[in-house]
Every structure is written in C-alpha cells, then in structure tokens.
T-cell receptor, first 115, second 113 residues
Framework: GAVVSQHPSRVICKSGTSVKIECRSL??????MFWYRQFPKQSLMLMAT?????????EQGVEKDKFLINHASLTLSTLTVTSAHPEDSSFYIC???????????FGSGTRLTVV | GENVEQHPSTLSVQEGDSAVIKCTYS??????FPWYKQELGKRPQLIID?????GEKKDQRIAVTLNKTAKHFSLHITETQPEDSAVYFC????????????FGKGTHLIIQP
C-alpha cells in the first residue's frame, strides 16, 4: 500500500536553531502534501498545503517565514521550523493523497522538543 | 473555511456495549468524511470513511452514517473490546486530494472491562 516515510521521528533542539523534517512518498508520486501540527491532547491542525514545484499555501495564523516548506520533487516535501522556540514544541505530521489508494496516507510524525 | 464539531470529548462504555461518536461540519462542499483512531504518539489510522454519495457504510463492527442535509456524520462501534480504547477523530474534506483535512477535536473512548 501507499507509504509516506517521515524523518526524524524525534528531535530535540535548542531555542533559536532550525529543524528540518522530511516526508517522502515511497511508492507513489505526491503532487500535494499536507503538513499538520498536533499539540498534546489536542487535534490535528492543518498548517499548510505543499504543492510540487510551486509555493506552499499556509492556513490562517501560520507564519510562512517561520515554517518553510519545500516540495521540490513529486516524492519529497520538507518542513523547516526556523528559529525554533519552546512554544513550537509539538507533533508534526505530513500526509498525502495517493490517487490509487483510498484516503490520505500519513507519515509517522515528528516529535519536536525545543529546549 | 470548514469547521468540524465532535462530541463527546470522552466516552466510557462497558466492554461489549456499543459506542457512538457524532460530528457535524459546516462546509456543504465537503464530500469526504474519514474517521481515524490514534494511539498516543502515533500517526492517525484510518478506520473507515464515507463519501457524500453514500448514506451508510459498514465494516465488521464499525459503521459510519452520513446525513448531508443535516451536515452530520456518526461513527458506530458495536461489541466494543478493550483494544478499541483510543482517541478517535472525525474529519472532513472536499476530497480530490487538493485539500487537506479539517479534524474534529477528538473523542477519548474508554472501554471498561
């Protein structure tokens, strides 16, 4: 079945540094990938829609200069959290729709802790 | 944009009983309604979904019903088992892969032995 590989699974970084999270579609081409954020005991919130070869579309309230998204190929999308602060600590998860599969395929998520 | 409301936030049922979780949505353009089960620290797992051209779908102990007129959909789990304990999320999307999902706030389902 459709698989989205997400790395790293966990990362701890110092305040002020940047962190890059990668999502790869392993057996299908993902023209569009979605990035979500989930705070503890809360729901998943869509942050942005990543389109291959074009600029990402950000949801209201999400800072595009802080959360840089690159979707340079049909199988890879990256999210870079720039100048991370403790309030950015969260569970970040990507997903993609595979035309051949039913529904959205999710990556395994990245637990980011900023200290 | 889309707004999805989910109730209840916590549901405790006796093992073997049924559980029902309800969601409403606001955008009449939404036509894809999945339900996810999420265990702590893990990715959401699709358990069942329904599209707007269908009113009901069943998969063994799990069923979903959709009322497009009223803009609500529900998850029904029968003969609940301890392994059903988890957080369940409903979601809505316009489908087609171009739009992301709008999630409900989640329901913590507790199965009492």
């Amino acid at each position: 079945g459709a698989v989205v590989s997400q790395h790293p699974s966990r990362v701890i970084c110092k305040s002020g540094t940047s962190v890059k999270i990668e999502c790869r579609s392993l057996d299908f081409q993902a023209t569009t990938m979605f990035w979500y954020r989930q705070f503890p005991k809360q729901s998943l919130m869509l942050m942005a829609t990543s389109n291959e070869g074009s600029k990402a579309t950000y949801e209201q309230g999400v800072e595009k200069d802080k959360f840089l998204i690159n979707h340079a190929s049909l199988t890879l999308s990256t999210l870079t959290v720039t100048s991370a602060h403790p309030e950015d600590s969260s569970f970040y998860i990507c997903s993609a729709m595979n035309e051949g599969a039913e529904g959205y395929t999710f990556g395994s998520g990245t637990r980011l802790t900023v200290v | 944009g889309e707004n999805v409301e989910q109730h209840p936030s916590t549901l405790s049922v006796q093992e073997g009983d049924s559980a029902v979780i309800k969601c409403t949505y606001s955008d009449s353009a939404s036509n894809y309604f999945p339900w996810y089960k999420q265990e702590l620290g893990k990715r959401p797992q699709l358990i069942i979904d329904i599209r707007s051209n269908v009113g009901e779908k069943k998969d063994q102990r799990i069923a979903v019903t959709l009322n497009k007129t009223a803009k609500h959909f529900s998850l029904h789990i029968t003969e609940t088992q301890p392994e059903d304990s988890a957080v369940y999320f409903c979601a809505a999307s316009t489908g087609g892969g171009a739009d992301g999902l709008t999630f409900g706030k989640g329901t913590h389902l507790i199965i009492q032995p």
